[in-house]
């Protein structure tokens, strides 16, 4: 039985990683006469270059609506038997192709999906593994011998048409991870099979910081949030108990081993066990909700203590290179130091004194105190505009927005300031602490010295490069609670290209009282549509770490 097929390549913002997939891919299917189809969720002016330097064809969504989307997209322009996915980010063997066309034409058409080795592989970085674990990236291995697998994972995943007429389209609501699964579970069910083809293989890379343990952590712990939304969705989530039996193991595993896979392991399953402690929240709707995180982010409990264990774990775990940072944060500086307004506003009892003890610390910085009580016939934000009108800002470098709650951590000022100035950042906050009351995921600690992200908080600690005072600056009056306000200053700094970012290497402990708890939520909303309604805004969906 002749068969036609279309190879198949989604993709987003990943360039590098296209060449070398179409370089191995390309010339095997200009062999078997066999079209390649690069789905771009983009788009990307690089990407659409790289696929037309390849001869493949380039279909690109207006903005990004996910890996299944694109799946559906490739169902939507080609008319093709066969689907043969692949990631962006593989490297095809020699026979691959052929192997998958040539078991297709053999196989009875109930053989609905088919499969391959997915092999692992990291360049540039070694990855130090105790061989006890699978590697930190997708791996496929059932042996040298064609036999019936239970999934086929996106990387390599080859599928009839006909399976999607008896399925159905790839369920584009679904997020990342799990997503194939989904559908391959409605194939089962349908009364199809996936099949493993063992001469069927390809590399799945791991190439530049992509390969670095930071880099495979933060990615594991995004899966992990995501593998346990997946669970929910199966209504077959483990206790949260059980997620912390998951992850303590994890942690004795890295240290008992010297397994720096270890780490990575233990990065899932600390991203498993917040996702089971604050669930992910539902669809938001536009206009109404989508400004906000969707999430308490409380810390208590069981749950709390353990990561309150965690956290002094962590401490542990990076003190040698956060000694690094703090050393060079600290070394003279051939100019003069920075010149740093501190503001904020003091409500007893409060954790302030405490905070600007240490922020007076401070080796590197020259700091202006503009601390006050908070004055009750005011909001936050005029309170702040009154203690900013007292000060000539062009005498400044910087400006530290404190909260009157948190605990700074040793060399806070000098180390935040060090990163921020290093990367550049002209929005930049703290990391919280894994036991600290944080809404926003992408705040929490996490492996590394500071990361590129879309958003940084209006609080409880945030620093401003003296670039952005022009535009951010004064604080807007009318508002009392500050909802929705960061999402705006986000969207100004990415229509002026400002690098934003959370530094991990100083995490504070935001643990008095969550945020809102002071206010009413419903009230807080009302002032944030109201005030958004005319300005630009990133949403949830936007809200991410870069790098």
Known sequence: M??????????????EYLDVALASIVPQARAAHVPVLVVDDGPSAQTRAVALAHHARYVAHDAPRGLNAARNTALDHTGSDLLVFVDDDVRVHPGWLRALVHAASQLPDEVAVLTGPIVPVFEDHALRMCGREGAPLTFLDLGPDDVDAPYAWGANMTIRRSAVQRAGRFDATRPLYGDEAEWQDRVRASGGRIRYIAAAGLDHRRAGDD???????????????ASRRHDVFKGTPPALRQELRTLAGCLVHTVRFRCANGIVMAAH??????EAKDPAPPPATPGVDDFTSGRSGTVGGVGGDALRRLDTLADVRTAVGRAQVRRRAARPSRTSPPKILVLGVDRPPSLMPAALDELRRTRTTDPVFATAPMH??????ANLNTQLAAHDLSAFDWLLVLDDDVVLPRHFLDVLVDQATRNSLKLAQPAHRLHSHAAWPLTRRQGGTTRRTSFVEIGPVTLFHRDTFAALLPFPAELQMGWGLDNHWAAIAREKGWAVGVVDAVPIAHTVAPAGAAYDREAALAEAQAFLATRPYLTRDEVRTLG
């Open 2 to 15: 002749s068969l036609t097929a279309t190879i198949v390549v989604p993709t987003q913002a990943r360039p």
């Open 376 to 381: 009750p016939a005011l909001g936050k934000f």
């Open 269 to 274: 399953s600390l991203g498993r066990t917040l």
């Open 211 to 225: 390969a670095r343990l930071r880099s495979l952590a933060r990615a594991a712990y995004n899966r992990g949030r």
